[in-house]
């Protein structure tokens, strides 16, 4: 415009025909108001989107100092049993700290893609329990969930994974870790098996990861199935939980 001003128009043609003459009808109508009005929705979406990143940043960080607590305060356990309680402690924050990595700096800052996730926290586990001969192999292709979903699943396959490790396989005793998933209509199934001995009495004997993993069931409104025989195979369905908008 003549005042320096930006106007948006959006511009309709229409071609005419009379008496062999060619001619175009057009028809203009101002939008400056609706491109402004967009333009003001972005920004908004991308300054909730980037408060939601520093969100998840900060429980990251939080979780980690809580993980480098318990990393000080075992280093004063002699107990056996009680350095594996704390073990187990530390690699559940771990497991929430990955989430919460992994959605602040994924591009989508709702959805966890669970073939990156979980082979981060297989390797992670591989390499906290030093069980670096063990191999892994990952089928988890265009399975993503939200928060809801992965927080308790990832929860769930940490103590599955520990239990493989630590009674499965020894450093005698080398083998082979799987996990499986799909996506079917209403559900997600994964399967987690190895070819190590069997860990059924040690797992059954575990009150606190059947328990956890009870709870977590429950929130995904899932099941869960065990073979104890040739190796370990833990069959997990659950319904995907849509993203409830908080309050």
């Not at 062999?20 to 929705?41: F, M, N, W, Y």
């Not at 082979?119 to 063990?134: A, E, P, Q």
């Not at 990832?154 to 009674?167: A, F, P, R, S, W």
């Amino acid at each position: 415009s003549r005042t320096g001003e930006t106007r948006w128009y959006q511009t309709i043609k229409v071609p005419l025909s009379a008496d062999d003459k060619k001619q175009v009808l057009g028809i203009s109508t101002d939008i400056t108001a609706r491109k402004l009005a967009e333009e003001i929705t972005l920004k908004s979406l991308r300054d909730k989107e980037n408060l939601l990143k520093e969100i998840h940043h900060r429980v990251k960080n939080n979780l980690q100092i809580i993980i480098s607590l318990l990393k000080l305060q075992s280093r004063y356990i002699y107990d056996s049993r009680d350095a594996e309680l704390f073990a187990y402690s530390k690699s559940r924050v771990e497991t929430l700290a990955l989430v919460h990595e992994k959605l602040y700096r994924d591009r989508n800052i709702f959805i966890i893609d669970m073939k990156s996730y979980l082979n981060d926290l297989i390797v992670h586990r591989i390499k906290s329990y030093n069980m670096n001969h063990i191999e892994y192999e990952l089928s988890v292709n265009d399975v993503e969930c939200n928060i809801d979903n992965a927080i308790p699943i990832g929860l769930i396959i940490n103590e599955i994974v520990i239990h493989i490790l630590t009674k499965s396989f020894t450093k005698e005793y080398p083998g082979i870790l799987k996990v499986f998933a799909r996506k079917n209509m209403e559900s997600i199934d994964f399967l987690i098996s190895d070819n190590g001995k069997s860990v059924g009495d040690d797992f059954n004997s575990d009150s606190m990861s059947i328990q956890l993993i009870e709870a977590l069931l429950k929130q995904l409104d899932g099941r869960i199935s065990y073979e104890f025989d040739n190796g370990n195979k833990f069959n997990i369905v659950f319904r995907e939980i849509k993203y409830k908008e908080r309050i």
